[in-house]
């Protein structure tokens, strides 16, 4: 079958993760597409690896790829043009080993006033990268699917706006809406960003008895497995034929 799309959820610096998740996907070619939902960084290990293998995949693999922005790419915009402590301090959001993925250990262990200086302003990036961020679109859809990281704001009439029509687009990376799993209705839509296993699992159609699963409602599609975190894993899903595959 040609014309696919495989959605691959947060990524989360495990290379690992992600390897083992590719070698999972059937061959494609060039009528295909592959999607990242964003988070690509922070949290796991190898964050410069990812990005690498992210960035050269379609060069690879010979097939379409779309890399969407996540929040912890966005956050790390905002960090290099006017800095956000809050944002690199919380040791749950993995930014220091995103440095540490990108400088030598030994500088790293040293943390000296200079190193401390470079995680607070995200100079530790290569200015390609920091490039890169900035290109990285906050939507993408095709004839199968609305591909968001984080949701669909609401529409102020009890429904959602498409994308497009986003007053605010940094709202698809950040926005948890617990109402848009539950009563999203239309076009499919497919996200990262908030964990499965924190959404209503009354409403998953898929292996209900496992919430860290992928989720499955009734016009939403989510695939954050928590990557990056204890005993997390990495989730794609193929459209149009629904079928899951999982880096475990």
Not at 72 to 96: I, K, M, Q, T, Y
Request: hydrophobic residues 40%.
């Amino acid at each position: 079958m040609s014309g696919r799309t495989f959605a691959i959820g947060d990524i989360h610096g495990e290379l690992d993760l992600l390897r083992a998740l590719i070698a999972k996907l059937p061959f494609v070619d060039a009528s295909d597409t592959v999607v990242f939902l964003g988070d690509y960084v922070d949290r796991g290990p190898r964050s410069r690896e990812v990005v690498e293998v992210v960035r050269a995949l379609d060069r690879d693999v010979g097939c379409n790829v779309v890399c969407l922005r996540g929040n912890h790419e966005d956050a790390w915009l905002r960090v290099v043009d006017s800095g956000w402590p809050e944002f690199v301090l919380p040791p749950g959001n993995g930014c220091r080993n995103t440095m540490r993925s990108y400088i030598s250990q030994n500088a790293f262990d040293e943390m000296s006033e200079a190193t401390f200086a470079s995680l607070f302003a995200g100079k530790f990036f290569p200015p390609d990268v920091i490039a890169w961020f900035r290109t990285l679109p906050h939507w993408y859809e095709d004839e199968h699917a609305i591909y968001v990281h984080a949701g669909l704001p609401p529409d102020g009439k009890g429904g959602f706006l498409h994308p497009r029509d986003a007053p605010e687009p940094k709202a698809l990376l950040w926005t948890r809406s617990t109402d848009f799993f539950r009563n999203h209705r239309g076009k499919r839509v497919v996200v990262g960003h908030t964990a499965t296993k924190e959404l209503p699992p009354e409403l998953s159609s898929y292996t209900v008895d496992d919430p860290t699963d992928l989720w499955a409602g009734p016009a939403v599609f989510a695939i954050d497995t928590g990557a990056g975190k204890r005993d997390g894993f990495l989730t794609a899903l193929e459209l149009p034929a629904a079928k899951v595959y999982e880096s475990r």
